[in-house]
Structure formats: structure tokens, C-alpha cells
């Protein structure tokens, strides 16, 4: 599991939105009193320590908490602050209004390799309490901005994937290995067979190029240049990683609707 990395607290450079440190969005000791504050502690949990909490769910060696970094709480680390505001959203993917769950149930699908739990499990509602928390004070019912967590103004040339890969041999398999599979517990896969598949936002590489750019390599976030997170991410790109099956993925109850 990633949870002394992705506790992130003490991790030099990853102040989250507006606050000084991961633990004053997140404090555990803060929460409400009674089952509401006991869910979201859950739904903390869940996003920490995925595999463990829904093994049955989750294929990709990876926790939640692999691309939103510390869970959430990191501005341009997948920040979940703000979430909560910007559901029911219409979803051009699903072709439908889509609700918090559902888009929940888009990152277990595509990001975790895997299948989602069920709307009403104790994880799920616990992911929602935990995302609701964390968006506090955020005010909701106007039309709201999207997340741009990891938006970059990309080069205009393809990637230079031969710099890419000299680049990620310098900066990247320290932690992910030259073979790209990580090491389970430690740093997640970014390709093969256990990465996340043809269908997760990170396959993008607009996407994979703003989440590199502001949040790795681990040890020293912000020190590459917009190129350098492109060039890598082309070079990572260029390999294979699970495809996705709509008909593997969404074949039985409890699922969502198949609209994905
Ligand atoms: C491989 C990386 C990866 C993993 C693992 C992952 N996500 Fe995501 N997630 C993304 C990306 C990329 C986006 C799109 C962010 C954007 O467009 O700004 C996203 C978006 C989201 C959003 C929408 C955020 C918003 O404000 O609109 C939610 C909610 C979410 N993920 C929840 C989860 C949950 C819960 C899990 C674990 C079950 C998970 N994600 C696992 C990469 C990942
Ligand atoms: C010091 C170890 C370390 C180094 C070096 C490092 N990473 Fe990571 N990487 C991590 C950890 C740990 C995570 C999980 C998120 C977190 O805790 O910040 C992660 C997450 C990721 C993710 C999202 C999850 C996934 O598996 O897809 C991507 C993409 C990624 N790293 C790419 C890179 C690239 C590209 C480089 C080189 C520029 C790099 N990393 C260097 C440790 C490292």
C-alpha cells in the first residue's frame, strides 16, 4: 500500500488549495462526531488503501490515492476540494447527467482496471461523505468550473519519446523501474499489466503530462519543464497496458447503468 507515501503531509512542496499543510483539510481528530464523521473516515481509508478495502474491485496495482495525490487534499494532485460542487454533471463519455457515484464509478472502471462497488456499500458512500467533507464550503448548484487538476498548455510538436526515455531513465525508474511495473506496495505501475487501462484519464496524455509535470518524480515535484513531462509521458505512452472491455467490466449487478 502507499500510505506512508501518500499520507504526503510531510512531503516538502505539496501545500493543497489555500491551506498550509494536507492535515488542515483532512484532519482525522477533526471530523464530525457520531456515523457521518466515522463514513468519511472510511471513505479515507478507501482511498488510501484501495486494494485492501475492495480487493474484488480493483485489478490495477494501485490505490485512489496513486494519481489523487494524498488523497485529494493537493492542489494540481488530483484535488478532490471542490468535487462535490461540480456534481450532477453532464458526462459527453456516459451521454448522460452523471452523478458524484458515477463518476466514482468511471476511475474504478478505467483507472483501477476493475469494477465498481455498489452505490450503496458502506465504501462507496464513504468515498462520497469523504469528497463532500473535503469540498466543504464550496458552494454548489451553479454551473461549475471543471477540474483542471492537471491542465497544461501542451507543445504544439508531438513528443520527443527518444528524450522521453532517456529522461525517464534519469528521473522516473529510480521508483517505477525501467520495466514500468513499479514495486507493489510501493510505487504504482505506469504500464503492463497492472497499470490502469486504455480507457483512464491518465492514458490521455495531456492529462499524464499536467499530473507529471506538477507532481513527480515524488522526490522533487516541479522540477521538470512542461517538455520534459511530455516527452516522458509520449515515451510512457508508447507501451501497452490493459485495454478496456465494456462487456468484461460491465456484465452483472451491482453495477452501474451500462452507459459507460
Ligand atoms: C491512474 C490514475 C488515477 C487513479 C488510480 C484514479 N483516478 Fe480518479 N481521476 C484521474 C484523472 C486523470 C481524472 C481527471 C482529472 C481532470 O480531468 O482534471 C480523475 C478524476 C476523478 C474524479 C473527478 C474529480 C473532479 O473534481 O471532477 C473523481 C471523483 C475521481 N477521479 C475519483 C477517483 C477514485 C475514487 C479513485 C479510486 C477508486 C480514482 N479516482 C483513481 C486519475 C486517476
Ligand atoms: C521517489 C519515487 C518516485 C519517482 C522518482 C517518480 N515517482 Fe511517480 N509516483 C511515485 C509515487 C509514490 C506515486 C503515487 C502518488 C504519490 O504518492 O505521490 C507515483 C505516481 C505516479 C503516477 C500516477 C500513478 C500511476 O501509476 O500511473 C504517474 C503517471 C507517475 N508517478 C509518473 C512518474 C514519472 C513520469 C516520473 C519521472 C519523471 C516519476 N513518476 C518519478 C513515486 C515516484
Known amino acids: 500500500m502507499l500510505a506512508a507515501s501518500v499520507a504526503g503531509c510531510s512531503t516538502p512542496g505539496r501545500a ?42 480493483v485489478r490495477a496495482d494501485m490505490s485512489c490515492a ?17 468535487t462535490y460542487a461540480r456534481f450532477p454533471q453532464w458526462n459527453p463519455r456516459a451521454k448522460r447527467v452523471i452523478t458524484l457515484q458515477d463518476r466514482l464509478a468511471e476511475c474504478f472502471l478505467y483507472s483501477m482496471n ?23 464550503g464550496v458552494s454548489s448548484g451553479a454551473p461549475q468550473a471543471k477540474s483542471d487538476s492537471f491542465l497544461v498548455a501542451l ?23 525501467a520495466t514500468g511495473g513499479g514495486v507493489h506496495g510501493s510505487f504504482p505501475p505506469l504500464w503492463g499489466p497492472r497499470s490502469f487501462n486504455t480507457g483512464a484519464g491518465m492514458a490521455n496524455i495531456a492529462k499524464m503530462t499536467g499530473f507529471v509535470r506538477y507532481n513527480m518524480p515524488q522526490n522533487a515535484p516541479g522540477t521538470l519543464s512542461i517538455q520534459d513531462a511530455y516527452d516522458i509521458s509520449g515515451w510512457v505512452l508508447t507501451h501497452s497496458r490493459p485495454v478496456f472491455q465494456k462487456q468484461r467490466s460491465i456484465s452483472q449487478p451491482p453495477q452501474p447503468a451500462g452507459f459507460f
Not at 66 to 82: E, L, Q
Not at 155 to 177: D, T
Open 155 to 177: 507543445p504544439p510538436s508531438p513528443p520527443n519519446v527518444v528524450r522521453g526515455r532517456m529522461l525517464y531513465a534519469q528521473k522516473c525508474s529510480l521508483c517505477h523501474q
Open 16 to 57: 493543497p488549495q489555500g491551506t498550509a499543510n494536507a492535515s488542515a483539510v483532512f484532519d482525522p481528530q477533526a471530523l464530525p462526531s457520531g456515523p457521518l464523521g466515522a463514513s468519511i473516515a472510511l471513505g479515507h481509508d478507501v482511498i488510501v488503501n484501495t486494494q485492501r478495502r475492495l480487493p474484488r474491485n
Open 114 to 136: 476493475g469494477t465498481p462497488p455498489a452505490y450503496t456499500s458502506a465504501e462507496m458512500i464513504g468515498m462520497v461523505a469523504y469528497i463532500a467533507y473535503l469540498s466543504r
Open 66 to 82: 496513486a494519481c489523487h495525490v494524498a488523497a485529494g487534499t493537493v492542489a494540481r494532485g488530483g484535488s478532490f476540494i471542490g
